[in-house]
């Protein structure tokens, strides 16, 4: 399943598919992105990063994306599994320590 | 230890009480951030400390006072706050600079003011 972030903030994935999360930027100067995720109750938890420096990084389970051509970052999630469901943000730093979050998306994974 | 703690988790305050919330972080980190969420939406950046000393203040209004003793404590004073401050409050922390900058957050206090 893929969402389109801003304009598709919830997604539902069936166990075992792939997820993928799409998040439009908004400073092209921005030169570090992180993935969050945030189950309810609780606050940002970490997941991965990527600097502007490079296009694609991977995690256990999952790999964030940039195109800084049209400033756009995916977090891509593999084999998703019920724990996986949660809200997910990406943040951009603009400048020094000024950290700002997207929309977010609202991730269902369904047993 | 990779923690950030915040007390008290809750808080129900009327418009003319004054109250503080707290954040703690033992990981030598000297950025310190508080950011304010409301229910369905992204953390939106209030202020920033670095090394102590406030670097960033996204316009919040001044019934919102932030102070931080020292590198590890960082305070959110409120005061006359209005109902549409009810939000969750997250402390975050982060190296200033280097190759490891991302956020650690708290929990956050889920603040309800009547």
Known sequence: GESVGLHLPTLSVQEGDNSIINCAYSNSASDYFIWYKQESGKGPQFIIDIRSNMDKRQGQRVTVLLNKTVKHLSLQIAATQPGDSAVYFCAEKVAGNQFYFGTGTSLTVIP | ?114
Request: charge should be positive; proline fraction near 6%.
């Open chain 2, 1 to 114: 230890d990779t923690e950030v703690t915040q007390t008290p988790k809750h808080l129900v305050m009327g418009m003319t009480n004054k109250k503080s919330l707290k954040c703690e972080q033992h990981m030598g980190h000297r950025a310190m951030y508080w950011y304010k969420q409301k229910a369905k939406k992204p953390p939106e950046l209030m202020f920033v400390y670095s090394y102590e000393k406030l670097s960033i203040n996204e316009s919040v209004p001044s019934r919102f006072s932030p102070e931080c003793p020292n590198s590890s404590l960082l305070n959110l004073h409120l005061h006359a706050l209005q109902p549409e401050d009810s939000a969750l409050y997250l402390c975050a922390s982060s190296q200033v600079t280097g190759l490891n900058e991302k956020l650690f957050f708290g929990s956050g206090t889920q603040l309800s003011v009547l």
